[in-house]
């Protein structure tokens, strides 16, 4: 019903930059929040950012002054512009979207991307 489409990881040195999207296609009444979050190797998930329909973003301490999360609601499309990487970034990212798929959904359903590796390292 949902898909969420990822692209933009890779391997970037420390210091460097990526900028993450995900797309969201399918038939639904509407997005909600959106996010990444991400899992490193034996971690569990945890929230990097999120953004709700209106633009009000949120970041974990983290990331805040390194990332930028932001969206274009005419794409149903989030970015996550990542900037002075660190190894401690390492993860697997991924995509998420709080997803109304019917009328009564307000809250909206999550939808998850597959996720794509970001690995910085020199």
């Known amino acids: 019903q949902v898909q969420l489409v990822e692209s933009g990881g890779g391997l970037v040195q420390p210091g460097g930059s990526l900028r993450l999207s995900c797309a969201a296609s399918?038939?639904?009444?509407?997005?909600?929040?959106m996010g990444w979050y991400r899992q490193a190797p034996g971690k569990e998930r945890e929230l990097v950012a999120d953004?709700?329909?209106?633009?009000?973003?949120n970041y974990a301490d983290s990331v805040k002054g390194r990332f930028t999360i932001s969206r274009d609601n005419a794409k149903n499309t989030v970015y996550l512009q990542m900037n002075s990487l660190k190894p401690d970034d390492t993860a697997v990212y991924y995509c998420?979207?709080?997803?109304?798929?019917?009328?009564?959904?307000?809250?909206?359903?999550?939808?998850w991307g597959k996720g794509t590796l970001v690995t910085v390292s020199s």
């Open positions: 998420n979207a709080q997803v109304r798929t019917t009328v009564y959904n307000y809250a909206g359903m999550p939808y």
């Open positions: 399918g038939t639904f009444f509407g997005i909600n929040a």
């Open positions: 953004i709700t329909s209106g633009g009000r973003t």
